[in-house]
């Protein structure tokens, strides 16, 4: 089946630093790629939309320039978490769709962002 | 506001029992619903879906049912095995192959041996 392959798994930063999370799609291209965050006792919530070779598409409530998100190619999407504060800890995971758009979505393992 | 809500947050079954995971929504827009099913760790992994025009979908011992009237949807483990200890998702969109889920908060199911 298709599969979403996300890095890294957990990452611990110190508050004011820039973190970046990759997204690939291993066995099928993905124009656009979906971008998910969990806080503790919450739902996933979806924050941003990344299209390749275009600015990806922000949820209401989402700062854009502190959620940097980079499609520049068919298979790869990354999101950057730039001056992270620790109310940025989160899991943050990624999906896309293959195929047609009746197809379900595809989620990465996940990102468990600690920021200290 | 949680327009996707599964108030449940644990459920234990004995093995080969029935296993029933409930899922309620807000939203009358919502026309797609889809479970997943999470592991420690892993990303969410698609279960099965249903859409609105039907009220019952199923795929070998799951089985989803859809009450529109009621916004409700449930899914059915039948018989449940150890193997299906998971956290169980409920997810809704407002079209078919819409990309913006809508989620519950989980529920964490364990099947006694």
């Known amino acids: 089946g298709a599969v979403v392959s996300q890095h890294p798994s957990w990452v611990i930063c110190k508050s004011g630093t820039s973190v970046k999370i990759e997204c690939r799609s291993l066995d099928f291209q993905a124009t656009t790629m979906f971008w998910y965050r969990q806080f503790p006792k919450q739902s996933l919530m979806l924050m941003a939309t990344s299209n390749e070779g275009s600015k990806a598409t922000y949820e209401q409530g989402v700062e854009k320039d502190k959620f940097l998100i980079n499609h520049a190619s068919l298979t790869l999407s990354t999101l950057t978490v730039t001056s992270a504060h620790p109310e940025d800890s989160s899991f943050y995971i990624c999906s896309a769709r293959p195929g047609t758009g009746l197809s379900p979505l595809h989620f990465g393992n996940g990102t468990r962002l600690t920021v200290t | 506001d949680q327009q996707v809500k599964q108030n449940s947050p644990s459920l234990s079954v004995q093995e080969g029992r029935i296993s029933i995971l409930n899922c309620d929504y807000t939203n009358s827009m919502f026309d797609y619903f889809l479970w997943y099913k999470k592991y420690p760790a892993e990303g969410p992994t698609f279960l099965i879906s249903?859409?609105?025009?039907?009220d019952k979908n199923e795929d070998g011992r799951f089985t989803v049912f859809l009450n529109k009237s009621a916004k409700h949807l449930s899914l059915h483990i039948v018989p449940s095995q150890p193997g299906d200890s998971a956290v169980y998702f409920c997810a809704a969109s407002a079209k078919t192959g819409a990309n913006n889920l809508f989620f519950g908060t989980g529920t964490r199911l364990t099947v006694i041996p």
């Open positions: 249903i859409s609105s025009i039907k």
